[in-house]
Each structure stands twice: as structure tokens, then as C-alpha cells.
């Protein structure tokens, strides 16, 4: 673990065994006291991957929808990608974007500024109706005990969001995660309308992560201020 100075960041070597690693960076500039920081590194071991899928049995759809995932066990989740169930619409290659919020989606559809953007794919073929196509956006872990709402949204309306009539709360879970139903959504992005009862055709490709439940903890910073 090695302090970069041009990027302003850590560097860590790839391979490290996962556990976890007390860091201690001192900055100086000739002048005492000298800028001490403090913090536990925790370095997850990825287990096999994994995934749950809700249905692609559909019987409705329009631009997206709005679910909330929960860890099921003790272990963060890494969330790696989606597979979507999509209908031409427009044209045979679409634009898909997904968010998502602690706290789950309840009272946050329409308010697009407590969502984070957690990517965004271009040019997407369709597999099918009742076909999984896949979706290579991801990159989120989810802590145990927080409830986190997504949003999965086809953004230029190339093609339909498929998804199922469902009452909202209506689980699917395996011993690692829980998918939630939510809304649908029309188009555009947040203010577009919102369907109770609507549940996200699709599965989750995840990851369940060994270590403790942070990756970044007792922060202490001593001395002058770190810049």
C-alpha cells in the first residue's frame, strides 16, 4: 500500500490477501507538527459468483422501474450486473441507465438529485422477449441492515422496460439477497410517471463479500491538516 503523490491516492497492489490493514500517512513540510492520518484498510475476499432473479414472465411494461434490494445474511454483496428483459420499441439497440439511493425508492421517485448514477450502457441488443439481456453496469456494495432503492431505466426509449403486475413488496431472495418490488416508470428519467405494483423482470449478478463490514474505518487525523 503506497501513497501516489501525482494522483492523490493510494495505490494497492493487486493480489493483497484479503484481512485488515492498520494505515498510517504522514505529510510534512518542514514545519512540526507533521499531519498524521490514521485508518483501517479492509480488503474483501470475493466469493463465487452468484445471482437471483425475480421472473421474465411479463405482463406489462413501459420505460423502467424503481425496487429496493436488502442483504439477506451477514456479509456485504458486491452488485456486478443486471440482466434486463427488454422489447423492441423503437429501434433494435437501446440506452440503459441505472441509480440507486439508500433508503430505499419510496418518496424519492421523482426527485432525481437523491439518486446516485451508477452507470450507464450504450448500444444494447436486444435478446428477446423472455431472453435475459445482459446489462454490464455495477460496481455497488450493499451493507447488511440498510435497504437500498434502484432504479433501472431505459433512457432513450430505443426500447420497453418489460415487468410483471405485482403488489409492491413482493420478495424474491435467496440466503445472500432480497429484491423488493416496487413501481414502474415511464419516461423520461424521474419525471416520467410512476406505476404501483410493478415488479422489475430481471436478475442480479452479485458477489457475497467476506470481511468486516466496512472498507474504510477509524478515521483519526493528528497535527496540520491533510490537503
Known sequence: ?????????????????????????????????????KFTLTVYATNAGRSLTTTFTSDNGFAGNMFDMEVAGRNPVLINSFDVHLAQNSGTSCTISVYYREGGYSGYEMNSSAWTLVGTQTGITLAGVNQPTPLAVGGVVLE???????????????????????????????NNLRIISGVGRGNPDF????FDGRAWNGTVNYAPLDGSDAFLSGLTVTGAALN
Open 144 to 174: 447488511p441492515g440498510i435497504r437500498y432503492g434502484f432504479y433501472v431505466s431505459v433512457s432513450d426509449y430505443g426500447c420497453s422496460m418489460l415487468y410483471t403486475n405485482m403488489p409492491v413488496g413482493t420478495e424474491y431472495s435467496d
Open 1 to 37: 500500500i503506497v501513497w501516489n503523490n501525482t494522483t492523490k491516492e493510494l495505490d494497492i497492489a493487486a493480489g493483497l490477501t484479503s484481512g485488515r490493514y492498520p494505515v498510517t500517512l504522514t505529510a510534512t513540510n518542514g514545519v512540526s507538527p507533521a499531519a498524521t492520518m
Open 191 to 194: 419525471t416520467g410517471q410512476y
